[in-house]
């Protein structure tokens, strides 16, 4: 069983930063791609950014690129979100998941975190 638990949410005005991290549970953490997906309030989850095992291969989602990017420390077991020049329609829930690919399909990726809200202010 794989547990990943996501941190680093929180209130941030328009403009600013966050960091979200992931740390998983297991010894299985860099044979997978890793992905960040988010779901805001009456909207359907919808992926952010993906990474293989090896961090050769990134994508964006096309709302991300030039503002967020994606990282992973498999000798910690631990993805990351860095966040720049947020906006209010960044405001959501995220989650990590691992997938067996970098697809930008929530359903390839099998485990999922719990989530961390991520509030923009304007």
């Known amino acids: 069983q794989v547990q990943l638990v996501e941190s680093g949410g929180g209130l941030v005005q328009a403009g600013g930063s966050l960091r979200l991290s992931c740390v998983a549970s297991?010894?299985?953490?860099?044979?997978?791609?890793m992905g960040w997906f988010r779901q805001a309030p009456g909207k359907e989850r919808e992926f952010v950014a993906a990474i293989s095992w090896g961090g050769g291969t990134i994508d964006y989602a096309d709302s991300g690129k030039g503002r967020f990017t994606i990282s992973r420390d498999n000798s910690q077991n631990t993805l990351y979100l860095q966040m720049t020049s947020l906006k209010p329609e960044d405001t959501a829930i995220y989650y990590c998941a691992r997938g067996l690919s970098t697809s930008r399909s929530a359903s390839a990726f099998d485990y999922w975190g719990q989530g961390t809200q991520v509030t923009v202010s304007s």
């Open positions: 297991g010894r299985t953490f860099r044979r997978y791609a």
